[in-house]
């Protein structure tokens, strides 16, 4: 007899991996940012905004990998203790300067344990450029982006996730903090001029367009305070 016969095996369907839905409109966003005319000299300045412990800082990283590694100016690194909110002047002398003149940037960056500036952090000219922080579509700012981003988390519901992140030692800090932020986007809204809005929860990108047309043509000249 010749050699036992073989069972023939067929191949197991194995579910193709696709990305995410979060993943693809993540894509899309970042293909529709690159598509913008630029905003600021060469470069499509996109802010994220939202309120203190809304997810920013996590979606902006995420932005910016999509995007290739787009840089992220922190805007914590520009705010102080006597001014959380008085960076209007160093973002633009140290960042939007440069960069509307086609320069890499670089800017001071503030030690809030030595509660001074120690070091400095480079932006590097390129095609998209993120800054996140609470007031980042300040009306100071706008007439610099090409989109601006609100992550949508109320107050009440940000404030609880940062506290339970940071611990009850900054809990001083954070009461503080929470009246800062209510005045200045009392005086101040950036959601109505937003032209994306992201679930401060789950991450996801909402469709449509909130406020002023995200596409209109801007230039840098970034108003004074």
């Keep these: 007899m010749g050699p036992a016969a073989r069972p023939v095996v067929q191949p197991v369907a194995r579910p193709v991996a696709r990305p995410s839905a979060r993943a693809d409109a993540l894509a899309a966003l970042a293909a529709e940012l690159r598509a913008l005319p630029p905003s600021c000299g060469p470069v499509r300045l996109v802010a994220v905004d939202g309120h ?3 997810g920013k800082t996590t979606f902006a990283a995420r932005l910016a990998a999509a995007l290739g590694g787009a840089p992220v100016v922190h805007l914590d690194d520009l705010a102080t203790h006597a001014e959380p909110f008085g960076w209007t002047g160093r973002l633009r002398g140290q960042v939007l300067e440069p960069l509307a003149a086609g320069r890499d940037a670089e800017y001071e960056v503030y030690d809030w344990t030595l509660r001074r500036f120690a070091g400095t952090a480079p932006v590097p000219l390129a095609p998209v450029v ?3 922080g609470v007031g980042a579509g300040r009306r100071a700012v706008r007439p610099s982006l090409a989109r601006l981003v609100w992550m949508e988390l109320d107050a009440a ?3 609880r996730r940062g506290e339970e992140r940071d611990g009850p030692e900054l809990a001083e800090f954070w009461a503080g ?3 800062a932020e209510s005045a200045h986007f009392a005086a101040d809204p950036s959601r109505p ?3 994306t809005l992201v679930d401060g929860v789950t991450g996801r990108i909402a469709p449509g367009t909130v406020g002023e ?6 230039t ?3 108003a004074r305070k």
């Design 177 to 179: 903090w929470a009246l």
């Design 130 to 132: 993120l800054v996140e």
């Design 157 to 159: 519901a940000a404030r």
């Design 220 to 222: 840098c000249g970034v």
């Design 193 to 195: 001029h937003a032209g």
């Design 52 to 54: 203190a412990g809304s």
């Design 213 to 218: 047309p995200s596409t209109m043509p801007l």
